[in-house]
């Protein structure tokens, strides 16, 4: 019953930027975090970067002062932005979230369904 539902992929321009949206619904009693990730044809999906509900961020070095993830105080609906795009980093990008579940306190890891985002001129 939780839904995970990712929009704002697309094809871009290396050096240009486009934004993602990760949006989190159903039996949710809170959200813990969310994390981005990516897989390229023939690679291991790979962590881009997270967030927690007390507002903490992490990077991986790859994307370190190009991508910024954000997200409203509940974690409900967050996005990444991504700048400066390289054309290597052209991959299926994927949300996670982790959390609790509204009425037994369970927790829960969910999937989006993945967007495409290519990076090409």
């Known amino acids: 019953q939780v839904q995970v539902l990712e929009s704002g992929g697309g094809l871009v321009q290396p050096g240009g930027s486009l934004r993602l949206s990760c949006a989190a619904s159903?039996?949710?009693?809170?959200?813990?975090?969310v994390g981005w990730y990516r897989q390229a044809p023939g690679k291991q999906r790979e962590w881009v970067a997270s967030?927690?509900?007390?507002?903490?961020?992490n990077y991986a070095d790859s994307v370190k002062g190009r991508f910024t993830i954000s997200g409203d105080n509940a974690l409900n609906t967050v996005y990444l932005q991504m700048n400066r795009l390289r054309p290597e980093e052209t991959a299926v990008y994927y949300c996670?979230?982790?959390?609790?579940?509204?009425?037994?306190?369970?927790?829960?890891?969910?999937w989006g369904q993945g967007n495409q985002v290519t990076v090409s001129s």
């Open positions: 996670n979230v982790k959390g609790r579940r509204r009425w037994t306190g369970n927790s829960f890891g969910s």
């Open positions: 967030i927690a509900s007390v507002g903490s961020t």
């Open positions: 159903g039996s949710i009693r809170d959200i813990d975090t």
